[in-house]
């Protein structure tokens, strides 16, 4: 019998030994892989998922433009490679066309268990470094933020970058610009954040529906980079807006930038000058100091004054755009023929302190409130002052500043009867009326006066459709030297069906070569882009047609 005993404990005992070994080959010998391994999983996995953000088509179909997608990494176990550094810094150098001497440097570390060396590797990449089988060196997965579209909305959606590795509570990936860091939490997954009283409980409710109508977007996008390139222009904005519920429909801006590869981009880029620069508008204005006019009960689209060409106010000279004197006009013909001196009389007739209330009530001093970060408020200041010179040229748009969205918000409450809205950028937002400032007779006389431009000046009539708008052409400030420089700022506003739009358009150029009038730039994109969202909302004309 003892025998038989003793035969037991020697297979029990045997076992116990291979346990023990193995236990020791993978704690001692293996622990390096597994350390890397664990490494590797906590700088790209830890934490939920991030959630995906979606635009829209005419349809309200969802189309993702912020998605994650698994890519493949490489990294090393420098303590794995050990002696053979050399070789292997520069085998991986050819292969990746990582820098040799880097390479050296990161595997002559005798105890470094982890090194990344390359995201989002090709798979030729990984079909030249799969065959050198090379000690220490290992091919994983993992999943990265990825915008199908490139730089596509790119100011509204921003990117997700690497955040700072020394705070330990957050997740290693942090938003950056726009959307993405405005609902940075809630994308990540922190189950302390909510829009519109909406937790987080899952994967789907992490997800963002943008206002952004993909079609509308793409083609604003097509014709601002073509308009800048034409004219050898700096850069330009083109904002689209239901003037009903504020939806932005479109938010486009050059330079813009690639969020999958904004590294190879300047810092400049990556703010949205449709909230977070200010410029001066221009003539566009005086269809905002008209509805004052009209609302305050000074001037009517019909009061007459007689324009000389010029007039001097504090020993400053204030001509027309054209140098010439019209004789009698009207405001709305003020309106037609952009008449500079048109507006000054205008705001004379309304006194400073209304026509300054009035431009702090159509928001022009005051944040919109749209959920994109780093917004900016335009600035009034030259007005407190309350010299005559600043409040007339404020009247056509010079001397004061408004950013591309508070411009376009006014406009739109000329085009909806006279409500200022919040810009909407999340489909689940609601439309919210900020204040009236305007009765509904005084936007639809201000509206009949901008179709009347249209009609007279012809470039952005649309055949069946009334449409209004009107133009603007802007000096740039000299900041350095005081005054204005040469350069110029072209915009045009408008909407249409203009008795019920269905959008209003603002088309901003940043200083085109030779300063050319507005007409001659922006007026011409704006007709393409109007016809184009009447066509693509199949919008019935409103203009009654001959009959044959």
């Not at 991986?92 to 990161?106: R, Y």
């Amino acid at each position: 019998m003892n025998w038989r005993v003793n035969f037991i404990i020697c297979i029990f005992g045997g076992i116990f030994l291979l346990i023990i070994a193995n236990l020791y080959y993978v704690q001692i010998n293996k622990s390096s892989i597994y350390t890397a391994q664990g490494q590797n999983q906590k700088d790209n996995n830890e934490g939920p998922v991030r959630g995906n953000i979606y635009v829209l088509d005419k349809n309200h179909t969802l189309i993702p433009v912020a998605l994650n997608k698994e890519f493949s990494l490489i990294y090393a176990v420098p303590k794995e490679i050990g002696v053979e550094f050399e070789k292997t810094a520069a085998q991986l150098s050819v292969s990746l066309g990582l820098d040799k001497a880097e390479l050296e440097k990161k595997f002559s570390k005798p105890n470094d268990q982890y090194e990344l060396l390359a995201q989002k590797v090709s798979a030729g990449q990984i079909d030249q470094v799969t065959p050198l089988n090379l000690n220490g060196v290992y091919i994983k997965k993992q999943l990265l933020r990825f915008y199908p579209f490139d730089n596509f909305a790119s100011h509204v959606l921003g990117f997700v970058a690497p955040a700072n590795p020394s705070d330990k509570n957050k997740p290693l990936e942090t938003g950056q610009y726009g959307i993405e860091k405005s609902f940075d939490s809630f994308l990540s997954g922190d189950k302390n954040s909510s829009i519109n009283g909406k937790a987080i409980d899952d994967l789907d409710s992490q997800n963002l529906v943008l206002t952004i109508d993909r079609s509308i977007q793409a083609q604003s996008e097509e014709i601002l980079s073509r308009l800048v390139s034409e004219k050898q222009a700096i850069g330009g904005t083109v904002i689209v807006q239901d003037p009903f519920s504020g939806r932005i429909l479109a938010m486009a801006n050059l330079p813009n930038f690639d969020s999958n590869n904004y590294s190879k981009f300047e810092i400049k880029n990556f703010l949205n000058p449709a909230v977070s620069a200010i410029y001066e508008p221009g003539s566009i204005f005086k269809v905002i100091t008209m509805a004052i006019g009209i609302e305050s009960g000074k001037i009517t689209p019909d009061t007459k004054y007689t324009d000389t060409g010029a007039l001097t106010i504090n020993g400053r000279t204030i001509s027309n755009w054209d140098n010439k004197a019209h004789g009698v006009q009207t405001m709305t013909q003020v309106i037609e023929g952009s008449i500079n001196t048109g507006a000054v009389f205008a705001e004379k007739q309304i006194g400073h302190n209304i026509f300054f209330d009035y431009l702090k009530k159509f928001g022009f001093a005051d944040l919109t409130g749209v959920k994109l970060p780093s917004e900016v408020r335009g600035s009034l200041k030259s007005l407190v002052k309350g010299r005559d010179i600043n409040f007339a040229t404020a009247s056509y748009g010079q001397g004061v500043a408004v950013t591309p969205l508070e411009l376009i918000s006014g406009i739109s409450a000329i085009a909806n009867g006279g409500n200022l809205m919040r810009p909407l950028i999340l489909d689940s937002d609601q439309a919210e009326v900020i204040r009236r400032v305007i009765s509904a007779d005084t936007a639809k006389k201000v509206s009949q006066m901008m179709v009347s431009s249209v009609v007279k000046n012809v470039l952005a009539d649309i055949s069946n459709y009334s449409v209004a708008g009107k133009t603007g052409t802007a000096f740039v400030p000299d900041f350095i030297n005081g005054g204005y420089t040469e350069d110029v700022i072209n915009s045009y506003a408008g909407f249409a069906p203009a008795y019920n739009p269905k959008f209003v358009i603002l088309i901003k150029l940043d200083k085109p070569a030779g300063a050319p009038l507005s007409g001659q730039t922006v007026v011409p994109a704006f007709h393409e882009l109007a016809k184009f969202i009447l066509n693509y909302y199949n919008i019935s004309p409103d203009k009654i047609l001959p009959s044959n």
